[in-house]
Every structure is written in C-alpha cells, then in structure tokens.
C-alpha cells in the first residue's frame, strides 16, 4: 500500500483557510492580510510562539494518529474524546498513587501505560461492541464519550479534588515529561514537551506496525476488503478490538501531555475538543504518519495564530477556518482515487 | 402543588430542546445520513433566535430566524455530505465546530462580547420560582406549541406521505429508490434541512427560556438527542417520548443540585449526592449503550445509514 501523500488535500486545505480567514476577518471589520501576517508570525514568528504551536499539535498528534489507526479497518473511532479524558484521568490517578520517591525509570513508564489503558479500555470496549454484537463504533464511542465526560466531572469536583483546589492531586516528580526549553533557550516559557517526540515516535511506529508487521497488516486488509481477509484468515473479530484498543491507547496517551507535561495535575476540562479535531487532522493526513505530524501543526498552529490575533480580531475566527478545512478536504478525499486509507 | 408545577415546567422547558433535535435527527438519519451535526444545529438556532429576538422583539420571529439559520447550516451539511459525498461523520465535526466558532465570533462582532448575548427584550425571565409564572413563561414559547405540531406532522408524513416514504426509502435502500425514478440527492438534501430546521428551533427554545444566548449553550443536548434517535428506534414518536424521558432526567437533576435534600435517602446510603446526580446525568448515555448493545430489544437504524 502505498502512503499517498495528500498534495491535493493540502492544497484545497490551504485555500479554505485563506479563503474563511479573508471572509471572516474583513466581517469582522479587519484587514484581513495583516490579521493573516499577525496570526503567522504569532504561531511561527519566535522561539516561543513555535513552541507554543508544537504544543498545542502535541495532543492533536496522539488523537490524529489514534483516530487514523482506526480507519486503516475502516472503523471510525469519533470516541478520541473520551479515550482522551480516560488517558487524562487514568495518568493522573496512577501518577499521583505513586509514592513521592519513585524514581522516572519506573513512574515515566507507569503512567504512560496509564493513559493508553485508559484509553484502550474505552476503544477495546467499543471494539467488542462492535465485533461480537454489530453495534456501530461511531454510535458506541459517542455515547462513551459522554459517560467519561459525566463521570470525569463528578471525579474532579467530587472525589479526587484536594481540598480548596478544583483539581486532582499532583503525579510525582518522576513522572513529568521535561519541558523542551530546558533543553532550548528560545522556547523559554512553552509548555512544549517530551510528549510530542514521544507521539511523533508513536506515529511512525504505528504506521511501520501497520505496513511491516502481521497484526498491522491484518488491520489494513480488514479495511480494504473484510470478505478477502476473512478468506485469508484474518479473524474479523480480533481484529476489530485490536485496531480499536490500539487506537484508543493512542488517544489515552495525549492525556499525558497534559498531565505529566503541562500541568501535572488533571483538572476538568483538559483535552476537551482535542479528540473531535483529531478526527480532522486524521482526515487531512491519512495515509502517512509525517502528514498526520504536519496536519496536526497546522491545527496548532491555527489554535496558536488565533490567540494572536484575538486583539483585533476574535480567536474564533481561526477556528472556522479550521472547520471549513475539515469540510473542504471530506469533500475533496471522497472525490479523489485516494479517498480510502 | 406550586413545587409541582414547577417541576414540571421544568421537564418539559428541558425536554423540548432536546425532543426537536432528535426529531430533526430522525428526518436526516431516516434519510441515511448520520447527524452528529446536531449539536451544531441546536446551537446555531439558539443564536439565531437571540439575534432576530433582540432585533425585534418578538419571539416568533426569533423562532423563525432559528429555523431559517438551521436550514442554512443544514443544506451546507447536505451539500458536503449528499452532492459532494463527503463522511458524514467528519462533516458532522466540522458542522459543530463551525458553530461553536461562528456564533462566538458574530458574538464579539455583533454585541462585543466573547460569551453572552445582551438579555432578549422579552421581560426578565421570573426565574421560573412561581408554578403559574413558570407556566406563563412556558405558554409563551414558540417552540411549545409548534413542538407537538412538528411531531405529530413528522409521525404522519414520514409513515403516510409520498415525501416521507421517499426519505425512508432513501435510507433503507437508495438504489432501489433511485430505480425507481426518486433523486436521492433531492430527497435526502429537502430532508437533511428540514431536519436541521427542526433542530435549530430547539435551540431557539434554550435562549427564549434563559432571555439570552450563552456560547456553547447547546452543552451536550445534540447529543442526547442522538441517543434519543436511536433508543426511540428512528420514530418520530419513540426519539419524542425518549426526549422527554432525558429531559425529565436532567430536571431532576437541576433540582436535585439546587436542594440536596431531595435526593431519596436509599440512595444516600450508597451515594453521596453528587455521585447520585452524575449517575443521573449518565443515564441516558448508559441506556443508549444498552439499546445499542440490543440489551433493551433490538435497536435497528435505517440500512443505508452512513
């Protein structure tokens, strides 16, 4: 299977955020070049601006990858959302569980493999769903999606709230991911972290997995023909719950870049909408894991770009451009050859 | 009594929002076309309904409005989803999130501000403490008397009219229907915005009752109208009834927030009483699994659902 790379995609992306971004920014009363070169500058501009970009496409890589995994078996995991606040929670509770002196050989790994349980239960769960009793993922991991948001809420203000503070109790040292400016002088300030080498790692790896590996490559022929693989002997059933359980860990896993990276606590309202947009950077950069990368920064840039703007124009502007290149590379994608992963 | 009326008052202003997004989503699911999209419906007819209310004052044609921005939003769905072929799902995202951005930037551009609304100039809202007030306040809504009125219509066209027909047969099995001369592009877009239409004016319901609109007021109901669709089995009469079910539930919970001690003592016993209101609130998420998991009888969507 070759890894297409969505030139086209990228263009008819490009053009419907220049195109929204004009509309939106001259109704709200702007010139919209200057708000366009102010965004630019403001995501890509300085050290720190890109490193606030690469932090905000950080979630957005996990997510994007998660939701791409699911739909080489053309199964549509739209419950990155849940999955996500599971991650969020699951790295938490672990991380703060941990006694104060565990050192990060052994935290580090512990709450990663957290937040990717956390996710891959919810992901398996809907997996099983489907396989064994024919129930949609889509319809599944919606309504999971709400479950965890409800319960999520209750745990934060309720039982896993310290005190005064409306958050969760904080992981242990050894659990945080470095922050990048330590490292780099000019991103000083971002909340850049390790989780985005650890979720571009992921990425690549999943896709190798994918394209190399034999439970990969089951994934891939389940997609593309589930009445071939069944002939070939691929198990429908086993391989449905294991592309959802995997994509959900990758969507668990962006919990840790809040968690163990910014904030190291969990709070509510962490990772809300990050996996709704996974499934727009999937659907930008299906098909090769450095497109996911690129598509994901391309909505951290346009996250980033739009708080710096928000003086003259609102932020959200941004954020309908981001819409309407959802909508313009769904219609572009179904109406070119290279429209199935 | 007073307490009562109160109460239920309280489920129906909770329920109607929720009963017209799921009969809305029960026109574009029976169509074949998934609609995640309506969380994005109910909000866009929630601002419409502000913009027109505080226009003109008048609360029919802020209902109006709302089901003239949702059929608006709607046929733009149609457009990716039935002419141009794209997911439904993935349009469904953009949808939302176009409405969640769209009306936040026509906030600050119209009324500058980044979350509300100037109040509706429809008198104060009496905060609905008084069992006839609340119910006065309740007459006054549009969307209470034309909600029946869409669902009995809806119950009917979709069983009995040639329109109706032509939409389930466009989902159950579009080819046959195009062999037999009907344009599913046609019908599913004419059903895609009525649906969406019928969805905004549940939005329309949320900023009449609170006398403003509040960005992301839509808070999750479009999705709670989806799991309405599917456990009242993609009938206008079975996704109204769930509605009411769902919105009775969120009732309770308001009310429960507002005074602990309602909360059955049985359940203190085990629960304390936020745990007792989240696991009402997820009820009917769980139920939905259960319906979907063919644990509450068989849940069928139409065939060609995508």
Same mark, same amino acid.
């Not at chain 1, 965890?148 to 809420?153: D, E, G, I, K, Q």
């Not at chain 1, 429908?236 to 962006?254: D, F, N, P």
């Not at chain 2, 319901?205 to 609109?213: A, G, K, N, S």
């Not at chain 2, 139920?287 to 139409?302: C, D, I, S």
């Given at each position: 299977? %070759?890894?297409?790379?969505?030139?086209?995609?990228? /263009?008819?992306?490009?053009a419907a /955020?220049?195109?929204?971004? !004009?509309?939106?920014?001259w109704?709200?009363?702007?010139?919209?070049a200057?708000?366009?070169?102010?965004?630019?500058?403001?995501?890509?501009?300085s050290?720190?601006?890109?490193?606030?970009?690469?932090?905000?496409?950080t979630?957005?890589?996990?997510t994007?990858?998660?939701?791409?995994?699911?739909?080489?078996?053309?199964l549509? !995991?739209?419950g990155?959302?849940g999955?996500?606040?599971a991650?969020?929670?699951?790295?938490?509770?672990?991380?703060?569980?941990?006694?104060?002196?565990?050192p990060w050989?052994?935290?580090?790994?512990?709450?990663?493999?957290?937040?990717?349980?956390?996710?891959?239960?919810l992901?398996?769960?809907?997996g $099983?769903?489907?396989?064994?009793?024919?129930?949609?993922?889509?319809?599944s991991?919606l309504?999971?999606n709400?479950?965890?948001?409800?319960?999520?809420? $209750?745990?934060y203000?309720?039982?896993?709230r310290?005190?005064?503070? /409306?958050?969760?109790r904080?992981v242990?040292d050894g659990?945080?991911?470095?922050?990048?400016?330590?490292?780099?002088?000019?991103?000083?300030?971002s909340a850049? !972290?390790?989780?985005?080498?650890?979720a571009?790692?992921?990425?690549?790896?999943?896709h190798?997995y994918?394209?190399h590996?034999?439970?990969?490559?089951?994934?891939?022929?389940?997609?593309?023909?589930?009445?071939?693989a069944?002939a070939?002997?691929?198990?429908?059933?086993?391989?449905?719950?294991?592309?959802?359980?995997?994509?959900?860990?990758?969507?668990?896993?962006?919990?840790?870049?809040?968690?163990?990276g910014?904030?190291?606590?969990?709070?509510?309202?962490l990772?809300?909408g990050?996996?709704?947009?996974?499934?727009?950077?999937?659907?930008?950069?299906?098909?090769?894991? $450095?497109?996911?990368?690129?598509?994901?920064?391309?909505?951290?840039?346009?996250?980033q770009?739009?708080?710096?703007?928000?003086?003259?124009?609102?932020?959200?502007?941004?954020?309908?451009a981001?819409?309407?290149?959802i909508?313009?590379?769904?219609?572009? %994608?179904? !109406?070119?050859?290279?429209e199935?992963? | 009594?007073?307490?009562?009326l109160?109460f239920?008052s309280?489920?129906v202003?909770a329920?109607?929002p929720?009963?017209?997004?799921?009969?809305?989503?029960?026109?574009?699911?029976?169509?074949?076309?998934?609609?995640?999209?309506l969380e994005g419906y109910?909000?866009?007819?929630?601002?419409? #309904?502000?913009?027109?209310?505080?226009?003109?004052?008048?609360?029919?044609?802020?209902?109006? #409005?709302?089901?003239?921005l949702?059929?608006?939003?709607?046929?733009?769905?149609a457009?990716?989803?039935?002419?141009?072929?794209?997911?439904?799902?993935?349009?469904g995202?953009?949808?939302?999130? +176009?409405?969640?951005?769209?009306?936040?930037? #026509? +906030?600050?551009v119209?009324y500058?501000?980044?979350?509300n609304?100037?109040?509706?100039?429809?008198?104060?809202?009496?905060?609905?403490?008084v069992?006839?007030?609340a119910?006065?306040?309740?007459a006054?809504?549009?969307?209470?008397?034309m909600?029946?009125?869409?669902? +009995?219509?809806?119950?009917?066209?979709?069983?009995?009219?040639?329109?109706?027909?032509?939409?389930?047969?466009?989902?159950?099995?579009?080819?046959a229907a195009r062999s037999l001369?009907?344009?599913?592009?046609?019908?599913?877009?004419?059903a895609?915005?009525?649906?969406?239409?019928?969805?905004?004016?549940g939005?329309a319901?949320?900023?009449?009752?609170?006398?403003?609109?509040v960005?992301?007021?839509?808070?999750?109901?479009?999705?709670?109208a +989806?799991?309405?669709?599917?456990?009242?089995?993609?009938t206008?009469?079975?996704a109204?009834?769930?509605a009411?079910?769902?919105?009775?539930?969120?009732?309770?919970?308001t009310t429960?927030?507002?005074?602990?001690?309602m909360?059955?003592?049985?359940a203190?016993?085990?629960?304390?009483? #936020?745990?007792f209101?989240?696991?009402?609130?997820?009820?009917?998420f769980g139920?939905?699994?259960?319906?979907?998991?063919?644990?509450?009888?068989?849940?069928?969507?139409?065939a060609?659902?995508s």
């Open positions: 299977m %070759r890894a297409a790379i969505p030139t086209r995609a990228a /263009v008819v992306a490009a /955020v220049l195109l929204t971004l !004009n509309v939106a920014v109704a709200s009363g702007d010139a919209p200057s708000v366009l070169m102010l965004a630019a500058r403001g995501a890509f501009g050290g720190y601006g890109l490193a606030q970009t690469l932090a905000k496409a979630p957005l890589v996990w994007g990858a998660a939701v791409a995994f699911a739909l080489r078996a053309r549509f !995991n739209i990155a959302e999955q996500c606040l991650g969020v929670l699951a790295t938490a509770v672990v991380g703060a569980a941990l006694p104060s002196s565990t050989v052994i935290a580090a790994p512990l709450c990663l493999a957290a937040a990717a349980f956390g996710g891959a239960s992901g398996g769960f809907a $099983w769903m489907r396989a064994r009793l024919g129930t949609h993922e889509v319809i991991t309504m999971l709400g479950l965890v948001a409800v319960l999520t809420t $209750w745990l203000a309720g039982p896993l310290v005190g005064a503070q /409306v958050h969760t904080p242990v659990a945080r991911l470095s922050h990048l400016d330590l490292a780099v002088h000019a991103f000083r300030g850049l !972290n390790t989780s985005l080498a650890l571009v790692i992921a990425t690549v790896v999943a190798l994918l394209t590996m034999r439970g990969g490559v089951a994934i891939r022929a389940l997609g593309s023909s589930p009445r071939a069944e070939l002997g691929v198990s429908t059933a086993s391989t449905t719950v294991r592309a959802m359980t995997i994509s959900g860990a990758l969507a668990g896993l962006a919990g840790t870049h809040y968690v163990l910014v904030k190291g606590y969990a709070e509510q309202g990772g809300t990050v996996g709704f947009t996974g499934v727009a950077v999937a659907m930008l950069g299906a098909g090769s894991p $450095w497109a996911i990368v690129a598509a994901a920064v391309l909505f951290g840039a346009m996250a770009g739009g708080l710096a703007v928000n003086a003259r124009v609102p932020s959200d502007v941004l954020s309908v981001q819409a309407a290149v909508l313009a590379v769904a219609a572009v %994608r179904a !109406n070119s050859r290279q199935r992963p | 009594m007073s307490g009562l109160v239920l309280q489920v202003s329920a109607l929720v009963a017209l997004a799921a009969l809305g989503g029960v026109w574009s699911e029976r169509a074949g076309v998934a609609t995640i999209a109910v909000l866009a007819g929630a601002f419409g #309904a502000a913009v027109a209310a505080l226009a003109t004052g008048s609360a029919w044609v802020a209902a109006m #409005a709302a089901m003239a949702g059929a608006l939003l709607g046929w733009l769905f457009t990716a989803t039935v002419r141009l072929r794209a997911n439904a799902i993935v349009a995202v953009a949808v939302n999130l +176009l409405a969640a951005a769209g009306t936040r930037v #026509a +906030l600050k119209l500058d501000s980044a979350s609304s100037p109040p509706l100039p429809l008198g104060a809202s009496s905060g609905a403490s069992g006839i007030a119910l006065r306040e309740l006054a809504s549009p969307a209470l008397w909600a029946p009125l869409l669902g +009995l219509a809806s119950h009917v066209a979709l069983a009995r009219s040639v329109f109706g027909l032509r939409v389930t047969a466009c989902g159950e099995n579009p080819s001369g009907v344009s599913v592009e046609r019908v599913r877009t004419q895609l915005v009525l649906g969406a239409a019928i969805a905004a004016l939005g319901q949320l900023t009449l009752h609170q006398r403003e609109f960005a992301y007021m839509s808070g999750g109901r479009g999705f709670l +989806l799991a309405a669709v599917i456990l009242g089995r993609w206008p009469r079975g109204i009834v769930w009411v079910a769902i919105g009775a539930l969120s009732a309770l919970e429960l927030a507002g005074d602990d001690t909360v059955p003592r049985a203190l016993a085990l629960l304390s009483p #936020a745990a209101r989240a696991l009402v609130q997820a009820l009917p139920l939905t699994l259960l319906a979907v998991m063919g644990r509450l009888g068989r849940a069928r969507p139409p060609a659902l």
